[in-house]
């Protein structure tokens, strides 16, 4: 996520940046509160899912979007 990025550096930006690295996440209301899941399209793949409830969708969203930028910069071949 550098200076060429065409997206701002917010949670709606950072979730576009994914998007065009074929990787996205999915949000949803339980009970207790929010959680995630972050699929790569490239390989469909849900590598990442989370069994903690949020009680804010801010909080999943920023947890789920540092997730999945982990799992980005460990794919250093798709940066």
Known sequence: ???DNPYPKTQ???I??????NIKIR???EDDGW???GIDF???D??????NCYKTFDECVDTSIIECM????NSKSRI
């Open 42 to 44: 490239t390989d469909d």
């Open 1 to 3: 996520f550098n200076d």
């Open 12 to 14: 709606f930006g950072m």
């Open 27 to 29: 949000h949803y209301k």
């Open 16 to 21: 576009n940046f994914l998007e065009l690295k």
């Open 70 to 73: 982990c799992y980005l910069a």
């Open 35 to 37: 959680v995630y899941v």
């Open 46 to 51: 849900d590598f990442t899912q989370d069994y």
